[in-house]
């Protein structure tokens, strides 16, 4: 490494090719980049840039690229796993001002957009031809399609629709070395590798994003809600394996269980069954047609899976009640605790109860409390874990507590996680899913976009290195389960 | 089970110490189309069998090379399917070769395409580690998704051995109704249907008539075709499967077979030889002596690339040139899976 180059030789240099006011060093300008939507890391970020056109993010990547420095995109700042925390030498290049719709072709079915373009805003632009983009993170008034596409966001909808992956037409990003490349194609499949697939999900290490063309679904006609309520989760969690084994794709299955639906009932009051081990809902959507069959086999479902309680929306207004307490439950949860953990492993549905289960008897283990809201459908879990940041000590207990449960989902066969991302939180816990193979070539795939290793380096991918120290402690306290069976 | 994985490691680090490339093949029921030039060939077929098959996980595991009709078979038996629909080309497709081509079916437009199903892999790179990623969770965000980017990449980027899919419930009802149109109103209503909730699973547009299959509870299809109109197919089930193998009689042509996958609205592409459209507009097959790059470029200024199917030279599925950019990027990824070229050498194009 050469000496390194100062705050204000970068602002100058980068001043060159940005409008007045788009390149911030002050630290009272640059704190609101420090941190993403896991607050719990912070870091100033060096330089932050706001560039306004493709060719202003590429001479920023050019000059970067050629002076080694390195750089971090970010989007709306709501990623959970710490994926847009700065470098502490690097410039912070935010989307932020690329937020135009750029064109609807209602006859395709097709939105071009820019990239700090928020996810709900494209199915606001796109109502008045009754269509809609499907992937709808909770996050979804604030999160940018950029970061959805950088994350491989979900949410409730994806059980049927997809996650970004599936929705996603055209994707053009700018490389580290500031080359632009259009991945996809406006037809359904592309020539060469399926770089489209690569980069969702890539967490912003292969290239930084300045176009999405998204694919646009026709709204359904009707949509209906079952709430169910249960008084013991693993009996809520065969249902929901029983809905699916009936050949039944709900356009949204969401679990919560007591302390979740408690939590929601006090902050929201959508009028929840406060004495349920675990709470329900089950979104069908459709023709009228389709929607009462489905509604009817549903209701079977969860009788014969033996919930203690199920009411119907009667309508609109009682459907998004249904839903209501569900879209509040993490500021619901929030309430209960200075401050909450949130954790987005995913397992085979057939484990749901059980997982549930081992969680609660390792947070009395670990003296801490835990709320469960997720996406049941996808076997998708977001256990909440209520902490105290200001008691010593109880951050460090979350995390162990956090590492623990992730441990669990890939011992059952699960994933770390399941759509929040690596970032700079779960890299650990990636030295437990994968070989030192397997991560060797993910460094590589890395490589053949950014040799250098500028664009978000430290993250998503831990060094080798450090999954040897890791392996060491793991060793050590004899903890992981079953090391020697297959993780696939 | 193991020793057969072990010896397809063996051969593959065996096949890197000596330089010597390898041509993959599981049922070598697509070498008309693809067949990369190699000595060596490198067969899957011994490692087959499910892995893991729970169908309320809507989740199976198997080995690569299993073939195809024995996959669809166990789905159909818990009423569930590949909802792709691949074609086979052959009564020994595997699953391997089906998702290393990558090639999708009719409910394509509907229900996604090959890589979208694809949840895992495990795999032989090129110097004959053995790999895993993704899993068999529908959602998984940990690390780079290189399971999907195996869908496609003909093997070049490594041995697929086993693949963990996303499989869907089979629709209790199903018909197909059919329409005499022009090319352009066809076209046009295609791209309607897929802007209204209609359970609109497959399209086709052939020869002045325009089918559309409906799929879901039959109550819901039942009420689209009263929205809907159109004359039912008798053999419709007949015609889609004739049209996910290209087996239908239109297909039966000496001239080179080319699948144009393009923008669903883009109008008729204006070149004589037009067999036949399908996915909403978004696949135009074309039966015709042109130049490769007169097709190529007709099928790019309609948004999209095409692909010579049949009638060609079996080396690579002849793609129009990448740009520059990108194909460095394919020259790296390559190099970082197989270095040394071994992996089924001219594949999937050149870059
Ligand atoms: C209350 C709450 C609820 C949430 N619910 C969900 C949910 O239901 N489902 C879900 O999946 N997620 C959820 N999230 C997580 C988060 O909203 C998503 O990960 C989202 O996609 C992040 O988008 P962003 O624009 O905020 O990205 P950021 O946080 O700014 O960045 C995320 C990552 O993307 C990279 N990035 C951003 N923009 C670009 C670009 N243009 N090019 C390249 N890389 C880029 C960054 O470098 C970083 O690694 C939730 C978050 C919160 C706070």
């Known amino acids: 490494m050469t000496a390194p180059i100062s705050q204000a030789q970068i602002a100058s240099a980068l001043s060159r090719w940005l409008a007045p006011g788009s390149v911030l060093t002050n630290p009272e300008d640059v704190r609101p980049f420090e941190t993403d939507g896991l607050s719990a890391y912070r870091q100033l970020p060096y330089v932050v840039v706001l560039p306004r056109t493709e060719a202003e993010v590429q001479a920023v990547l050019r000059y970067c690229h050629e002076a080694h420095i390195p750089v971090v995109a970010r989007g709306s700042g709501t990623g959970l796993s710490g994926g847009a925390l700065p470098h502490k030498d690097g410039v912070l290049l935010s989307l932020s001002r690329f937020m135009r719709i750029l064109e609807i072709d209602p006859q395709a079915r097709v939105a071009r957009v820019q990239p700090g373009v928020r996810n709900l805003a494209i199915s606001e632009a796109v109502a008045p031809y009754g269509l809609y983009y499907a992937p709808d993170p909770s996050s979804q008034i604030a999160c940018s399609i950029g970061g959805n596409v950088a994350e491989n966001s979900g949410g409730v909808h994806c059980l049927k629709y997809g996650l970004t992956v599936h929705n996603l037409v055209k994707v053009r990003a700018v490389t580290m070395a500031g080359e632009v490349v259009e991945l996809g194609s406006d037809g359904l499949d592309a020539a060469g590798y399926d770089l489209m697939a690569l980069i969702t999900g890539s967490e912003g290490l292969l290239a930084v994003v300045t176009e999405v063309t998204v694919k646009l679904l026709p709204k359904p006609q009707t949509a209906k809600a079952i709430l169910a309520a249960f008084d013991d989760v693993e009996k809520a969690g065969n249902a929901v394996a029983n809905i699916i084994a009936a050949g039944i794709i709900p356009a949204g299955l969401e679990m919560m269980d007591g302390p979740a639906t408690r939590a929601a009932e006090a902050f929201v009051h959508a009028d929840y069954p406060l004495s349920a081990e675990a709470v329900l809902l089950c979104e069908s959507d459709g023709t009228p047609e389709e929607v009462s069959d489905e509604m009817a086999r549903m209701q079977a479902l969860l009788e014969s899976s033996g919930a203690i309680e199920i009411r119907y929306s009667q309508d609109e207004a009682q459907r998004l009640k249904f839903w209501a307490g569900r879209k509040a439950a993490f500021p619901a949860v929030g309430r209960l605790s200075p401050d909450y953990y949130c954790i987005d492993g995913t397992i085979p549905r057939r484990s749901l109860g059980s997982v549930l289960k081992r969680i609660y008897e390792l947070g009395r283990e670990y003296g801490l409390e835990v709320a469960n809201v997720f996406h049941a459908g996808d076997g998708n879990l977001h256990p909440l874990i209520l902490f105290d940041a200001a008691k010593p000590g109880e951050f460090e207990r979350t995390e162990a507590f956090a590492g623990k449960i992730l441990e669990l989902c890939v011992e059952v066969g699960g994933t770390i996680t399941g759509e929040h991302g690596v970032g700079v939180e779960k890299i650990n816990q990636m030295c437990v899913q994968f070989t030192p193979d397997e991560l060797s070539l993910f460094h590589a795939v890395k490589a053949a976009f950014d040799p250098e290793g500028l664009l978000n380096p430290g993250k998503a991918v831990p060094t080798l290195h450090r999954c040897a120290e890791m392996g060491r402690m793991h060793v050590h306290h004899n903890e992981l389960p079953h090391p020697e069976l297959p993780r696939f | ?351």
């Open chain 2, 1 to 351: 089970m193991q020793a057969e994985l072990q010896s397809l490691i063996d051969q593959v680090r065996a096949a890197h110490a000596a330089g010597t490339p390898l041509r993959l093949q599981g049922g070598d029921s697509k070498s008309f189309w693809v067949c990369a030039q190699a000595e060596r060939t490198l067969d899957i077929r011994p490692y087959r069998g499910v892995v893991d098959y729970e169908p309320s996980e809507l989740v199976l595991t198997v080995r690569a090379g299993t073939p195809l009709s024995e996959v669809e078979a166990l789905l159909g038996a818990q009423g569930q399917m590949l909802a792709f629909e691949p074609p086979h080309y052959g009564p020994n497709a595997t699953l391997g070769g089906t998702i290393a081509c990558g090639l999708s079916g009719p409910r394509r437009a509907a229900a996604g395409s090959a890589r979208d199903f694809v949840l895992g892999v495990r795999l032989i790179d090129g110097l004959g580690r053995d790999l895993s990623f993704g899993g068999q969770v529908i959602k998984n965000v940990a690390g780079f998704d290189l399971s999907r980017l195996m869908a496609g990449a003909f093997g070049s980027l490594g041995v697929i051995t086993e693949v963990s899919l996303k499989v869907l419930p089979r629709p209790p009802f199903e018909l197909t109704l059919e329409w005499a149109l022009q090319e352009g109103v066809a076209l046009e209503r295609m791209n309607q249907w897929g802007g209204q909730p209609l359970p609109v699973s497959a399209t086709s547009f052939h020869n002045g008539r325009l089918r559309a299959r409906l799929s879901g509870a039959e109550v819901a299809v039942r009420a689209a075709q009263a929205r809907l109109g159109g004359e039912v197919v008798a053999d419709g089930a007949a015609w889609w499967s004739a049209l996910r193998e290209q087996s239908a009689a239109c297909f039966q042509t000496d001239k080179p077979l080319w699948r144009l996958a393009v923008k669903s609205s883009a109008p008729p592409l204006g070149l004589s030889g037009a067999l036949l459209t399908e996915w909403g507009g978004a696949l135009r097959w074309l039966a015709s002596e042109h130049a490769a790059s007169q097709v190529q470029k007709a099928a790019c200024d309609a948004g999209g690339h095409a692909l010579l199917l049949r009638g060609g030279h079996p080396a690579a599925p002849c793609f129009g040139g990448l740009d520059p950019i990108l194909a460095q990027i394919h020259r790296r990824l390559k190099h970082a899976f197989d270095p040394k070229g071994i992996l089924n050498p001219g594949l999937p194009g050149n870059f």
